[in-house]
């Protein structure tokens, strides 16, 4: 379980300091409080100077009066609630939702707290928000996020952790993968100079930066997360987690041209999703043989991979249409251009697609063009849809690659039709990819 170690962010307030907040919070008097707890007035003077202690009587009067009973305000209450929290953040990442809630009911009035605990109070509501965000409701995550925000600089390092983490991964789940990254990187600064921030490393955290840096296509950065995530990951048991993390491995090195190491993995993970049951798990990881494939120009075999990917990746999704534009692009490498063409004439049937893949497919077609005739002198409405449209479009969604294979097309085309000038300018640009990639660790988009 994730929780921290005893005292670890733990208020310095005593429990007579913490109760004068709330009493002068909620507008209470002294003389009140010795009606409510049966206590003579000096007493309580003196607790709220840390000169003497309530009993277990009095603090139970006191939080009913307060409206906080089931809330923490002795350091025992606090470190037991603590670890309460993270058995609630265990439970959302275990997908136990109905447990982690009914567990988050109980601390319904954790508002009420914040007065004499801003710290607890805020931890609360951060693994509130991670509940919300399993459950799918981004717009809460997001309102709630903008409505803590004012609050950064009262923060400890723990609530700035969960923080920070959940806003990585609401921009990661609405695709703005570097923005996400600059938030995950700062949950991990975080934890690498507060080693009691967390007793252990976070798995989800190391994965969710590999994933962000795998998006924005900087290869190395994700395999070294990725492997954090790995090593870290202590449950033996064949999960969905632990398969995301093996082809997320697999699709770097894939990148990487560590062919053999991906292939190796691939199968492995193969044999994970059939024991998953899942069609979509096993459609993904053919999608990954056939790119491993592709990458070594194995046409046939790439194009096998990607028929038995399509027989069981969803219709109308992102992994089902990144099959069939691989499929095709291999086609046309493979020159079988009578079959490329069926295939493209396939695709304008599909009447179901948004701009990205309008974008993809459509320059696909001009790929098809250029292949087709490298040496022909007319390819110019093809030639300016890829540059005016087709890279730039890859490069803002972060496909440098993509980018790298329309660049090296035109400067072959260039090549054959002694066009020099634009053949080293394709060259150049596409040097200037790979140091984006590889060198200068993404640089600043």
Not at 1 to 25: D, F
Not at 294 to 317: M, Q, R, V
């Amino acid at each position: 379980m994730g929780g921290l170690s005893p005292g670890t962010g733990l208020s310095k307030l005593s429990v007579g300091e913490k109760i004068l907040k709330l009493r002068k919070y909620n507008k209470v008097s002294q003389l009140e409080l010795v009606e409510i707890m049966r206590v003579r007035v000096d007493r309580i003077t003196r607790a709220e100077q840390g000169e003497d202690t309530y009993t277990a009587a009095h603090i139970a009067a006191a939080k009913e009066r307060f409206g906080i009973v089931g809330l923490p305000l002795t350091e025992r209450e606090c470190i037991a609630f603590r670890e309460r929290l993270y058995i609630v953040r265990d439970l959302i990442r275990a997908r136990k939702l109905d447990e982690a809630k009914d567990i988050q009911k109980e601390m319904a009035h954790i508002d009420r707290l914040e007065p004499c605990d801003f710290d607890m109070a805020m931890l609360c509501k951060l693994i509130e928000v991670q509940l919300f965000k399993a459950e799918g409701d981004c717009a809460t995550v997001e309102k709630k996020l903008d409505a803590y925000q004012k609050h950064l600089k009262k923060m400890n390092d723990e609530c700035l952790y969960h923080y920070n983490y959940c806003r990585g991964a609401l921009l990661g789940h609405q695709g703005h993968y570097k923005e996400a990254l600059d938030y995950f990187l700062v949950a991990y600064e975080l934890t690498e100079n507060n080693k009691n921030l967390l007793p252990e490393d976070d798995e989800r955290l190391y994965y969710y930066i590999a994933w962000c840096y795998s998006n924005i296509e900087i290869p190395h950065l994700a395999i070294f997360f990725m492997m954090k995530a790995k090593q870290t990951h202590t449950d033996n048991r064949i999960t969905d987690f632990s398969l995301n993390i093996d082809r997320g491995l697999a699709l770097n090195y894939i990148k990487m041209n560590q062919l053999k190491d991906a292939e190796r993995l691939l199968n492995k993970c193969m044999t994970k999703a059939e024991s998953l049951f899942n069609d979509t798990y096993i459609g993904v990881t053919f999608l990954f043989l056939g790119l491993a494939h592709k990458k070594a120009k194995k046409w046939a075999s790439a194009i096998e991979n990607f028929d038995k990917a399509l027989g069981y990746l969803p219709e109308n999704t992102d992994n089902h249409y990144s099959a069939l534009y691989h499929k095709v692009l291999c086609t046309i490498q493979a020159r079988t251009f009578v079959k490329a063409r069926e295939h493209l004439d396939y695709v304008k049937t599909l009447g179901c697609l948004d701009k990205k893949w309008v974008i993809n497919f459509t320059a696909l077609g001009h790929y098809y063009t250029i292949k087709h005739k490298m040496t022909s002198y007319k390819n110019y409405e093809s030639i300016a849809y890829i540059e005016d449209v087709a890279i730039p479009h890859f490069i803002e969604e972060h496909d440098y690659f993509l980018a790298i294979e329309y660049y090296t097309l035109l400067e072959q085309h260039f090549e054959k039709v002694k066009s020099e000038m634009r053949s080293l300018s394709a060259a150049k640009a596409i040097k200037d990819i790979f140091m984006r990639c590889f060198i200068n660790h993404g640089g600043d988009d």
